[in-house]
């Protein structure tokens, strides 16, 4: 079954600073999709960037960008100049088969002004 | 736009009561989706619908149904309530399959005593 781990509850990071979330997966599929969703305190879940297994290149969204390790399964999250508005929880999610997205138990950021 | 609309926004229930939670998408999207959020745990996918009149199973069903007798609406019914149903409820869509954004409601915070 596939899976997705979140290895990191809570992070912190300094106003203006770069963070970095990790995200692994394990799935026998060749041909998914991984997302990070982002749940601010008002409970909106938000997609902050999206990457599709079969391209070689890591997605980028402005100050987010991804660095997707195929092989080894993992899809961390970074952020750049980090904003007071970036705190949230963080959610990895993969999908594979046509219909289902599954999610990882998310990571609280917590931006320090 | 609405998007995705879900009501009520929170409910206590008495264990052994039963209830809907109402969804309503306006972006004519085949798929949609409800998902269970425990602290620590992500989202869990209770069922899911990939069109009018057809629904099936996601990772946690027991004790809940649904139906899809419209493109628009998706309810969820909890039958006998019981504490472990305690949760946030999330209802989503999304216009293609797993590799199209979610667009999420915002959620209704259910507490069973």
């Known amino acids: 079954a596939q899976t997705v781990t979140q290895s990191q509850p809570e992070m912190s990071v300094q106003e203006a600073e770069t963070v970095t979330l990790s995200c692994t997966y394990d799935t026998s599929e060749s041909d998914y999709y991984l997302f990070w969703y982002k749940q601010p305190p008002s409970r909106q879940m938000i997609l902050v960037i999206r990457q599709e297994a079969y391209k070689q290149q890591n997605a980028t969204e402005n100050r987010f960008s991804v660095n997707f390790q195929k092989a080894a399964k993992s899809f961390s999250l970074k952020i750049s100049d980090s904003q007071l508005g970036d705190a949230a929880m963080y959610f990895c999610?993969?999908?594979?088969?046509?219909?289902?997205?599954?999610f990882g138990p998310g990571t609280s950021l917590s931006v320090i002004p | 736009n609405a998007g995705v609309t879900q009501t009520p926004k929170f409910r206590i229930l008495k264990i052994g009561q039963s209830m809907t939670l109402q969804c309503t998408q306006d972006?004519?999207?085949?798929?949609m989706y409800w998902y269970r959020q425990d602290p620590g745990m992500g989202l869990k996918l209770i069922y899911y619908?990939?069109?009018?009149?057809?629904?099936d199973k996601g990772e946690v069903p027991n004790g809940y149904n649904v139906s899809r007798s419209t493109t628009e609406d998706f309810p969820l019914r909890l039958e006998l309530a019981a504490p472990s149903q305690t949760s946030v409820y999330f209802c989503a869509s999304t216009r293609g399959g797993v590799n199209t954004e979610a667009f999420f409601g915002q959620g209704t915070r259910l507490t069973v005593v």
């Open positions: 972006m004519n999207h085949n798929y």
């Open positions: 619908s990939v069109g009018a009149g057809i629904t």
């Open positions: 999610a993969y999908g594979a088969s046509y219909d289902k997205v599954i």
